[in-house]
């Protein structure tokens, strides 16, 4: 008797050892709670009076074998079943009758894994957007789960059609869905919890979808936070990197281009943005040789020199002309209204007015 049939959630049973086969290892009970693997879920886990349960095999005779890791004593035990493994294949396989029912494409095989599960439809190209919140919008609806058994013959409504005969055994997601299973579901919709669709793949010309349901799904989310979190952490560093190798770069090219002024003319006047190139640059140029160099932008002025007292020159000048600053005998800087007081300063310190 397979009592999973009709209470998927007694998590310990009485049972007899009908028979025994290879030295004791594999063990054939009058009842058992023990899931068997079949139908695309795996087998449950637990325990035979204490010790462990390896695999449980739905057998071509009907018999279910239950293979532990060593002998049992004496004709009764008592079976405990792993409960977290068996609920978690609960919310996989009552969530995939779900995906199932609200996916317009016939459904052609699934798999339940051990950490993502998988539907095959028939079909090319899907919106998993709006399927997963169907599929969450009836997880919040609550639909109840119930069990029935009917005749092959004569059942109505099913999903997909039964090679079946005789007697079967129907898992109907009220207002939903009505399929021929023998697996273990939950009570309602609601406790299937979140399902979340992770990626589709090309399979044979038909479409397979991953998902993972319920704590499945809560643990997907988390490692995806984590593994973006971590994602985010390195391209930051990878941008400071950049923002470093990009500074020494235009230093490197400040220090360049210094050299190259000052073998033109130890007397310079530079027009351009004034930034800490702009300040590397002037040191380059004034540590090779006596020399004087003028930077100037639209709105402000550098002075470096070597052969002048900058800030003494430049303070005043700045002021006579509406702006503000100073600086050192080497350098000095400052900030003015327009460029028309720009090119004044430049002209009072001894350089050529530009445009």
Same mark, same amino acid.
């Given at each position: 008797?397979?009592?999973?049939?009709?209470?998927?959630?007694?998590?310990?049973?009485?049972?007899?050892?009908?028979?025994?086969?290879?030295?004791?290892?594999?063990?054939?009970?009058?009842?058992?709670?023990?899931?068997?693997?079949?139908?695309?879920?795996?087998?449950?886990?637990?325990?035979?009076?204490?010790?462990?349960?390896?695999?449980?095999?739905?057998?071509?005779?009907?018999?279910?074998?239950?293979?532990?890791?060593?002998?049992?004593?004496?004709?009764?035990?008592?079976?405990?079943?792993?409960?977290?493994?068996?609920?978690?294949?609960?919310?996989?396989?009552?969530?995939?009758?779900?995906?199932?029912?609200?996916?317009?494409?016939?459904?052609?095989?699934?798999?339940?894994?051990?950490?993502?599960?998988?539907?095959?439809?028939?079909?090319?190209? &899907? $919106? @998993? *957007? /709006?399927?997963?919140? #169907?599929?969450?919008? !009836?997880?919040?609806?609550?639909?109840?789960?119930?069990?029935?058994?009917?005749?092959?013959?004569?059942?109505?409504?099913?999903?997909?059609?039964?090679?079946?005969?005789?007697?079967?055994?129907?898992?109907?997601?009220?207002?939903?869905?009505?399929?021929?299973?023998?697996?273990?579901?939950?009570?309602?919709?609601?406790?299937?919890?979140?399902?979340?669709?992770?990626?589709?793949?090309?399979?044979?010309?038909?479409?397979?979808?991953?998902?993972?349901?319920?704590?499945?799904?809560?643990?997907?989310?988390?490692?995806?936070?984590?593994?973006?979190?971590?994602?985010?952490?390195?391209?930051?560093?990878?941008?400071?990197?950049?923002?470093?190798?990009?500074?020494?770069?235009? &230093? $490197? @090219? *400040? /220090?360049?281009?210094? #050299?190259?002024?000052? !073998?033109?003319?130890?007397?310079?006047?530079?027009?351009?943005?004034?930034?800490?190139?702009?300040?590397?640059?002037?040191?380059?140029?004034?540590?090779?040789?006596?020399?004087?160099?003028?930077?100037?932008?639209?709105?402000?002025?550098?002075?470096?020199?070597?052969?002048?007292?900058?800030?003494?020159?430049?303070?005043?000048?700045?002021?006579?002309?509406?702006?503000?600053?100073?600086?050192?005998?080497?350098?000095?800087?400052?900030?003015?209204?327009?460029?028309?007081?720009?090119?004044?300063?430049?002209?009072?310190?001894?350089?050529?007015?530009?445009?």
């Amino acid at each position: 008797m397979r009592l999973y049939y009709d209470n998927a959630y007694a998590t310990s049973f009485e049972a007899r050892v009908i028979a025994t086969a290879d030295e004791g290892r594999r063990v054939y009970l009058d009842q058992t709670a023990f899931y068997p693997t079949s139908g695309g879920q795996l087998h449950d886990l637990g325990t035979l009076n204490g010790t462990p349960v390896l695999d449980v095999i739905d057998e071509d005779d009907g018999r279910i074998a239950h293979l532990v890791a060593a002998p049992l004593n004496g004709n009764t035990v008592i079976g405990q079943i792993d409960w977290t493994r068996r609920f978690d294949f609960m919310q996989q396989h009552s969530g995939q009758h779900l995906l199932s029912a609200v996916i317009p494409q016939p459904t052609l095989s699934v798999h339940l894994g051990l950490e993502v599960s998988t539907i095959d439809v028939e079909a090319e190209k &899907l $919106d @998993l *957007a /709006a399927i997963e919140d #169907r599929a969450n919008a !009836a997880v919040l609806a609550n639909h109840p789960f119930s069990v029935t058994y009917e005749s092959a013959a004569t059942a109505e409504g099913l999903r997909k059609a039964t090679g079946r005969t005789g007697t079967i055994r129907i898992v109907t997601i009220e207002g939903l869905d009505r399929s021929a299973c023998g697996g273990t579901h939950v009570r309602a919709t609601g406790e299937i919890g979140p399902i979340l669709l992770r990626k589709t793949e090309k399979m044979r010309g038909n479409l397979r979808i991953h998902f993972v349901c319920g704590h499945r799904a809560l643990k997907a989310i988390r490692a995806d936070q984590a593994q973006l979190t971590a994602t985010v952490a390195q391209l930051t560093e990878s941008a400071k990197d950049a923002d470093k190798r990009a500074a020494k770069l235009a &230093l $490197d @090219l *400040a /220090a360049y281009q210094g #050299r190259e002024l000052y !073998a033109q003319s130890p007397q310079q006047r530079v027009h351009g943005p004034i930034d800490d190139s702009t300040r590397a640059l002037a040191n380059v140029f004034l540590a090779c040789g006596p020399g004087t160099i003028l930077f100037t932008s639209a709105t402000a002025v550098l002075l470096a020199s070597n052969q002048r007292h900058a800030g003494n020159e430049l303070k005043p000048l700045l002021a006579a002309h509406g702006g503000r600053g100073g600086g050192s005998a080497n350098l000095a800087q400052g900030s003015l209204p327009d460029a028309a007081a720009v090119e004044a300063v430049a002209g009072a310190l001894g350089f050529p007015i530009v445009g």
